[in-house]
């Protein structure tokens, strides 16, 4: 995969779909690689008309780590102290358009997962003008009320990282199996192989502090929200234990005009057999900016189990699936 020269730092980066089409940002979250945004997945935006660039957040993946330094102090920061943040969610935002500054794309549309939706959100605050439209996914404004994770969730964020392969692999099917889901489980075969797949292209954990700080000690984004005036989509799991869905509810009534999908049994993840409606769901918010997807024959997946009746507020456009 690329790697280029972004915000000072280097970001590992890969794209899909014809460079002439409008591009989408994805971003990913907390502790995630670029392959958590799934190649078939990336391949069905694509489908639809979008040039997709997906990368490697800093201190994920293979995109350089902050390892140098004072390491932040998650007690504090919890505590309400946010001064041992190596740095913040607006930081993560320079490098998204430090990206994109790279690749020589003046606008984008952008949709970003759990902290990516942070990150999509902050760009969308500072940088209005960067962008075409926003997709905002199982993420939250930040104002310390909405959006608080379950207690078993919580646990997994502050417990400490595994040592060696197979208790990193054990960690990450474990970890899946609380933020997966429940009306999605993905097979167990299928899991670990993503697990393992991720494990083996960086096995660095370390960064996962770091990047948490950052969203501690960031402030509430809510009154930059308000001022948003790109078509927004704001997509929630209702089954989501790590940001629960009043996160996604804060943000939508937060941005004038949002579009709200809150999709019932989805947890804190990107279920395959929900990858039509989501495809879809990004495809009608980013139409709203004047652009007109490719409509393709038939599906980019496949997705028999997904109907309308399981979507309690459709975004525009889902009427239309593919």
């Known amino acids: 995969m690329p790697r280029t020269k972004a915000n000072g730092i280097e970001l590992e980066y890969e794209t899909f779909g014809d460079p002439q089409n409008p591009t989408l940002l994805l971003v990913m979250g907390l502790g995630m690689q670029l392959l958590g945004w799934r190649r078939d997945l990336c391949e069905g935006f694509a489908a639809r008309g979008f040039q997709v660039v997906r990368y490697d957040n800093r201190d994920s993946g293979l995109s350089d780590f902050l390892d140098q330094g004072p390491q932040p102090d998650l007690r504090a920061l919890i505590g309400g102290d946010p001064s041992s943040a190596p740095y913040l969610v607006r930081d993560l935002s320079l490098d998204a358009l430090g ?54 969730a919580m646990a997994l964020l502050l417990s400490p990282r595994p040592q060696g392969r197979e208790a990193a692999i054990e960690r990450g099917m474990h970890t899946w199996r609380v933020l997966g889901s429940p009306d999605y489980p993905e097979a167990e075969s299928s899991l670990r192989a993503h697990v393992i797949e991720a494990y083996e292209r960086s096995s660095r954990s370390d960064g996962f502090g770091r990047q948490l700080a950052a969203i501690l000690a960031s402030p509430d984004r809510t009154p930059g929200l308000r001022e948003v005036t790109l078509p927004t989509l704001v997509l929630h799991g209702t089954a989501d234990p790590l940001i629960q869905c009043s996160g996604g509810e804060a943000t939508a009534a937060a941005v004038p005009g949002a579009e709200l999908l809150l999709l019932p049994g989805m947890g804190h993840n990107l279920p395959e057999q929900l990858w039509p409606v989501i495809i879809e769901a990004v495809t009608a918010n980013a139409a709203k900016a004047g652009w007109r997807p490719v409509r393709p024959g038939r599906p980019a997946v496949e997705c028999p189990a997904v109907g309308l009746p399981a979507v309690e507020r459709p975004a525009v456009g889902l009427r239309q699936l593919p």
């Open 99 to 152: 990206l994109l500054d790279a690749l020589g794309i003046e606008r984008a549309h952008i949709a970003g997962v759990s902290m990516g939706g942070m990150i999509a959100q902050q760009v969308a605050i500072d940088q209005p003008g960067r962008l075409l439209s926003l997709s905002s996914i199982m993420s939250m404004p930040g104002d310390g009320s909405s959006g608080q994770p379950t207690p078993e």
